[in-house]
């Protein structure tokens, strides 16, 4: 419990702490503490390491990560209306670049980090895999029989699914239509599965129930993840 609370609190904290080093660097009229600004920078670089570290471990690291953003990003707002209202001169205009691009970064981050996740990598190679799947179609006017079959001719191995635990991908045909899936954030009741058909081209992700009898029209076997 301390230490999820601590999860919250430090990024504010320190944004915070990081604002004050810019406001104290730059209220002297004819003096810049360089120092301090530089201190204030290193936190704020620190902090988007953190949000995109955070984001690319999948799961519910991406929405902590941008509620960590929203929150690290308040006292960041509050230090340029500081800094507008206090420094002198034609300093007031770091006001408005510490209000605008310091969460542009946190976000940038974020979603940098979100793009190397888990979730977004397997997602993307099965993209590779639809393209290599129509490609074998143009060709043989039929789609193959297994995933394995593209290759080489197709793709030179068959991107890993990575979300599957070794499982691989889940996929079926009748040579005309087919269904390319893979699944992710499982435990023992449910997991979410996500499905590409051929008939209505695009990612489908939604919560099944895990059966042993597998997941229509795909025939695997739940494997359950071990208690930690």
């Not at 143009?138 to 593209?150: F, N, V």
């Not at 087919?178 to 489908?204: F, Q, T």
Request: proline share 8%.
């Amino acid at each position: 419990m301390i230490t999820s609370l601590l999860f919250f609190i430090l990024p504010p904290t320190l944004t915070g702490l990081a604002g004050f080093l810019i406001q104290s660097s730059l209220r002297q009229p004819h003096t810049i503490l360089w120092s301090r600004l530089v201190g204030s920078i290193i936190i704020f670089v620190g902090i988007c390491v953190g949000l995109g570290t955070l984001a690319s471990a999948g799961e519910l690291g991406g929405p902590v990560a941008l509620l960590v953003g929203i929150l690290a990003t308040l006292p960041v707002l509050m230090t340029g209306a500081w800094i507008a209202w206090s420094i002198p001169h034609w300093r007031k205009v770091v006001a408005p670049l510490v209000s605008l691009l310091i969460p542009a970064a946190f976000w940038l981050s974020i979603w940098q980090g979100d793009a190397q996740s888990p979730e977004q990598i397997t997602q993307r190679h099965g993209d590779q895999i639809v393209q290599a799947l129509e490609s074998y179609y143009a060709a043989q006017h039929s789609y193959p029989a297994a995933s394995a079959d593209l290759v080489p001719g197709y793709v030179s191995t068959v991107p890993e699914a990575v979300t599957t635990q070794g499982m691989g991908w889940l996929y079926h045909t009748d040579s005309r239509e087919y269904m390319l899936g893979y699944w992710h954030y499982p435990d023992k009741e449910a997991v979410i599965l996500c499905r590409y058909r051929s008939a209505s081209p695009a990612w489908n992700c939604a919560v099944t129930a895990n059966t042993v009898q597998g997941w229509a029209p795909f025939h695997v076997v739940w494997t359950p993840v071990p208690e930690p």
